[in-house]
């Protein structure tokens, strides 16, 4: 599921991809690691999870601090080597502080190295959406926790994504 040529070609570029000779649509399900999560715990969120206050142009700095903490197995003082902690303007401290604020319901789930299981329901999750494409012989490329599609099948996707959603972890995407 990972490593395809489509997932490392920059997001701008995916909407050029074509499947046999068609355009595709591409489908987000968005905040994936933090909605399982939640759901695990029967909560549901409904706000952006990587909205910390500190401005949109820095999600995706959060979202990777978000996902460091889930996969760290204890507490750390200094941030991850890879992430630019510094183009937010915050320390380490200030970003880790808001999120474990922000998810209190779930801050059990920070610094218990869990990463890798939540990625394993992630692909758990992505192997049955590209199986129920598959019995219907409708190509469907896995993009990280996003998919592409044929267009004009985007409305089936965003479908079943959410039902396989609803099979594995009781609880609704949307």
């Known amino acids: 599921f990972y490593g395809a040529w489509w997932q490392n070609i920059p997001s701008a570029y995916r909407a050029y991809v074509t499947i046999d000779g068609k355009f595709t ?9 933090p909605t399982i999560l939640y759901a695990e715990k029967g909560l549901f969120i409904d706000d952006d999870a990587y909205d910390i206050g500190i401005g949109s142009e820095h999600r995706d700095v959060i979202k990777q601090a978000f996902n460091a903490m889930v996969q760290m197995i204890k507490p750390s003082n200094t941030p991850p080597r890879e992430i630019d902690i510094k183009s937010t303007g915050k320390t380490w401290k200030e970003i880790r502080d808001r999120i ?64 396989e959603f609803v099979k594995m972890f009781k609880m609704s995407v949307d």
């Open 100 to 163: 474990l604020e922000k998810h209190e319901p779930i801050a059990d789930c920070f610094f218990c190295g869990m990463g890798n299981k939540l990625q394993f329901k992630d692909s758990q999750l992505a192997e049955q959406v590209m199986l129920r494409f598959a019995k219907q012989d409708i190509p469907v490329l896995p993009v990280h926790d996003s998919f592409i599609i044929i267009r004009g099948l985007y409305g089936e996707l965003v479908d079943v994504m959410n039902e």
């Open 25 to 33: 649509d591409e489908f987000d399900y968005g905040r994936l690691h």
